[in-house]
């Protein structure tokens, strides 16, 4: 079992940053699948990024490529999401999400995931 704690979120302007932070406890990281999700008010969750167990594989929204940059370090059970550039159509509950794998792949599908934090709130004022 593993439970996963996001924050940094907060409000923001448009074309400020926020580092989004997902730590682990339970069971060791380094075994899982990352991957980070948003839901915004009266919308499915979406998918935003997600890197393999190995850190070496990634891969990010359309919304999210050249703008957001996910990462981990697995000695610290930790995940991060760099989001630079933000707009407000990046105004979201944010999830981080983990699950058990040793292909090395990374997940872009929430079906994927065993494990979800709580969410943490972005908003992106115009």
């Known amino acids: 079992q593993v439970k996963l704690v996001e924050s940094g979120g907060g409000l923001v302007q448009a074309g400020d940053s926020l580092r989004l932070s997902c730590v682990a406890s339970?069971?060791?990281?380094?075994?899982?699948?990352m991957g980070w999700f948003r839901q915004a008010p009266g919308k499915e969750r979406e998918f935003v990024a997600a890197?393999?167990?190995?850190?070496?594989?990634?891969g990010y929204a359309d919304s999210a490529k050249g703008r957001f940059t996910i990462s981990r370090e697995d000695t610290e059970n930790t995940g991060w999401l760099q989001m630079n550039s933000l707009v407000p159509e990046d105004t979201a509950v944010y999830f981080c999400?983990?699950?058990?794998?040793?292909?090395?792949?990374?997940?872009?599908?929430?079906?994927?995931?065993?494990?979800w934090g709580p969410g943490t709130q972005v908003t992106v004022s115009s």
């Open positions: 890197i393999s167990r190995n850190g070496r594989n990634t």
């Open positions: 999400a983990a699950t058990i794998d040793y292909s090395d792949q990374y997940f872009p599908s929430s079906r994927a995931y065993r494990y």
């Open positions: 339970g069971r060791t990281l380094s075994i899982h699948a």
